[in-house]
């Protein structure tokens, strides 16, 4: 039992008034976000029903190209047509416009095809619904009513059946799958799943994305101490000796000094930590570098993740890797952090020094 995929882009865009595949959202071309969302491991054939000039070198190879016919229907026959298949195989149809569609979205209607001759994907409506018609206005129920979306799957034996109807004014094949009595399905579609249209379309999808991933900021951030005998040493939050110490005014915890300033860097601010918590203030004395990691994190916000160095020579950090890193989650908020630990090779051997770099979003 194989998979296969027909691509559908050879449309006329005649609703959108321009070749809508071409357009770009967040300087990414519509093309490029659709062949990179495809999930090319889940099948044996794709077909990309639309001109091979326009995919970008990187996918060519993992296409097979049929030319378009004048409608829907012509266009998916085109495609089939290049296709080697038998009754037990799965044969999914998709629309280009709908370039956001997840590879979850294809994995549910392959394996609802186990179970169904034919699959589509649908969500219900959330607006309420009014038929206009020579009678007036009435409300309709939303009960029973779904949104169709692609990618719709069919078994082969319901696809030869569908290719033997002489049909062309269908929305499509799954009203030829409903004509022909076969089990149909439909699984979870996705909000997300637009369509593109309309030439409002794009900048109403820009405008969603937009307010989901904000622009990102990154910040650096950077910080040194000595090290003296006695005392206990801090890095992340974490003691990693009671036989060392960091000179300092607080604790002397040079990475989350450096964190500090690398998320106050990633929210623009002009200030490091010297200013907002400076030496020789008596309520800063001894104070838990921890306590000033929180307070900035209150004030500005968290980050989405942490990427540090961290130079010492006199203590063997590796041990404490995982307890610092989750020390550093649960002080900034951060989902990654990526630690890497250096000795201070060529420098002083008494040196604690850190360099970090915080991403965060919006």
Known sequence: MASHLILLGGGRS????????REKILNRYVLDVLFS?????LFKTIVWVGSPNVVSERYRDQLIYASPGDTRHKSV????????????DKILIHDGARFLASRSLFERVLAHLDVCSAVYPAIPPTDALRHHGEDGIKTVSREHIYRVQ???????????????????DVYDEIMLAEEGGFSICHVRGEVTNIKLTYGEDIHDIESCVRRLYPPTGIGIGFDTHLIGKGGSLYVGGVQVSDEFYSIGWSDGDALLHAIVDAILSSYGVSADIGELFPARDDKYKGISSSRL?????NTYGPVESISAVVVLSMVKLKPFRSDIIESIKRLTGANQVALTFKTAEGLREDLYMAYVVAVRRG
Not at 14 to 21: F, I, Q, T
């Open 14 to 21: 005649s609703r959108y008034g321009k070749d809508k595949l």
């Open 77 to 88: 026959r085109k495609g089939i047509s290049l296709i080697e298949f038998d009754d037990d």
């Open 150 to 168: 692609t990618p719709q799957g069919f078994r082969g034996s319901v696809m030869r059946y569908i290719l033997s109807q002489n049909a062309d």
């Open 37 to 41: 969302s495809i999930p090319y491991k």
């Open 293 to 297: 990691v929180e307070e900035v994190v």
